[in-house]
T-cell receptor, first 112, second 117 residues
Framework: AQSVTQLDSQVPVFEEAPVELRCNYS??????LFWYVQYPNQGLQLLLK??????LVKGINGFEAEFNKSQTSFHLRKPSVHISDTAEYFC??????????FGTGTSLTVIP | ETGVTQTPRHLVMGMTNKKSLKCEQH?????MYWYKQSAKKPLELMFV???????ENNSVPSRFSPECPNSSHLFLHLHTLQPEDSALYLC????????????????FGPGTRLTVL
């Protein structure tokens, strides 16, 4: 079975500061990893995904994530956040079959 | 219109009502999904359709009944719901035509906020 854990439910950070949103997964098979963002009153939008190859993945809006197989992690980072980054962030994993597993989400609040 | 649209955006219904949620994708995708998003819980994948055939049904109660008449439209028919069914229902689509395609990027609609009284 596969699962995703997002350790932080809320992350407040000052504008222009760096941020890291943590994601750990468990799986006995090869997985594909995703980060999605959800702005208020909107659906989820893909930020980035790891399928294979380089473990450092760059996405939209200046975000990047690093796949660490030994630590079963896929943490999301941004070196300098903006007010507009305030949103809910979801880590997800997929693998065998048609299943996608999402974490519970991390609410990022950027403080002016 | 572009992307994935959902109607209605908000719905309030009694436990004895029958209603339907509609999803439409304008992306030419082959797979469509229904998710349930409840506060403080992970998104729950409910149903997956690939080329109009249901390929996944994750032990969803029978009071939820999906319908996919063509690759662009997906419905979720609701009847005799319970208050705990109140949630945001999200529709998504992806390119994959092989039973969902787990590498696919999913494109989500804005959701329908459902309240069951």
């Amino acid at each position: 079975a596969q699962s995703v854990t997002q350790l932080d439910s809320q992350v407040p950070v000052f504008e222009e500061a760096p941020v890291e949103l943590r994601c750990n997964y468990s799986s006995s098979v090869s997985v594909y990893l995703f980060w999605y963002v959800q702005y208020p009153n909107q659906g989820l939008q893909l930020l980035l995904k790891y399928l294979s190859g380089s473990t450092l993945v760059k996405g939209i809006n200046g975000f990047e994530a690093e796949f660490n197989k030994s630590q079963t992690s896929f943490h999301l980072r941004k070196p300098s956040v903006h007010i507009s980054d305030t949103a809910e962030y979801f880590c997800a994993v997929s693998g065998v079959g048609n299943q996608f597993y999402f974490g519970t989400g991390t609410s990022l609040t950027v403080i002016p | 219109e572009t992307g994935v649209t959902q109607t209605p955006r908000h719905l309030v219904m009694g436990m004895t009502n029958k209603k339907s949620l509609k999803c439409e994708q304008h992306l030419g995708h082959n797979a469509m999904y229904w998710y349930k998003q409840s506060a403080k819980k992970p998104l729950e994948l409910m149903f997956v359709y690939s080329l109009e055939e249901r390929v996944e049904n994750n032990s969803v109660p029978s009071r939820f009944s999906p319908e996919c008449p063509n690759s662009s439209h997906l419905f979720l028919h609701l009847h005799t719901l319970q208050p705990e069914d109140s949630a945001l229902y999200l529709c998504a689509s992806s390119q994959g035509h092989l039973a969902g395609g787990s590498t696919d990027t999913q494109y989500f609609g804005p959701g329908t906020r459902l309240t069951v009284l």
